[in-house]
T-cell receptor
Framework: ETGVTQTPRHLVMGMTNKKSLKCEQH?????MYWYKQSAKKPLELMFV???????ENNSVPSRFSPECPNSSHLFLHLHTLQPEDSALYLC??????????FGQGTRLTVV | DQQVKQNSPSLSVQEGRISILNCDYT??????FLWYKKYPAEGPTFLIS?????DKNEDGRFTVFLNKSAKHLSLHIVPSQPGDSAVYFC???????????FGTGTRLQVTL
């Protein structure tokens, strides 16, 4: 139990589908993040939210659309993805300073 | 251009011996460094960190060393245990510990 829960754990979607990844944190943190880990690549920061406001978009294509309705929940809406978007998507949360706590990730396969 | 590099993709160490995992960085603005451990099918878990004002931080069997002039840090695990077998990621940040730049990871295998 990490305090950061991601659903679903696995997702297979077609290139024309629309799906959403969900992240919930129970740690009282005010910052939440989406990271992407592709095969043989380091984890890459995608989005940062502080107090529900997006503070960073790391040049992520618009087919990825984040949503942060409150400090405890973070979504990543997916539409018209490409096979190269297949990866492990990790959510994390933290206080303003301090280490990030990660969820278990969603393994996404785009077919 | 990778700002955080872990040049050894894998390392095998005998149980009881010391494991040394290395990490190099290029961005001199990085001032906070972290090590994360990752088991298969799980997210990374925080292990230990060090601020750039220190050159060593110790927590039980884990010690992180920072050499700012060489832009190099290392994680020492002693004694190594089979449960330490995992992928270890080095990460760095500027100003805040949470916008992290990660290395590609080193897979540690601790053998009996």
């Amino acid at each position: 139990e990490t305090g950061v829960t991601q659903t679903p754990r696995h997702l297979v979607m077609g290139m024309t589908n629309k799906k959403s990844l969900k992240c919930e944190q129970h740690l009282g943190h005010n910052a939440m993040y989406w990271y992407k880990q592709s095969a043989k690549k380091p984890l890459e920061l995608m989005f940062v939210y502080n107090f529900k406001e997006q503070t960073e978009n790391n040049s992520v294509p618009s087919r990825f659309s984040p949503e942060c309705p409150n400090s405890s929940h973070l979504f990543l809406h997916l539409h018209t993805l490409q096979p190269e978007d297949s990866a492990l998507y990790l959510c994390a949360s933290s206080h303003q300073t301090g280490e990030a706590f990660f969820g278990q990730g969603t393994r996404l396969t785009v077919v | 251009d990778q700002q955080v590099k872990q040049n050894s993709p894998s390392l095998s160490v005998q149980e009881g011996r010391i494991s040394i995992l290395n990490c190099d960085y290029t961005n001199s603005m990085f001032d906070y460094f972290l090590w994360y451990k990752k088991y298969p099918a799980e997210g990374p878990t925080f292990l230990i960190s060090i601020s750039s004002i220190k050159d060593k931080n110790e927590d039980g069997r884990f010690t992180v060393f920072l050499n700012k002039s060489a832009k190099h840090l290392s994680l020492h695990i002693v004694p190594s245990q089979p449960g330490d077998s995992a992928v270890y990621f080095c990460a760095a940040s500027t100003g805040t510990a949470s916008k992290l730049t990660f290395g590609t990871g080193t897979r540690l295998q601790v053998t009996l």
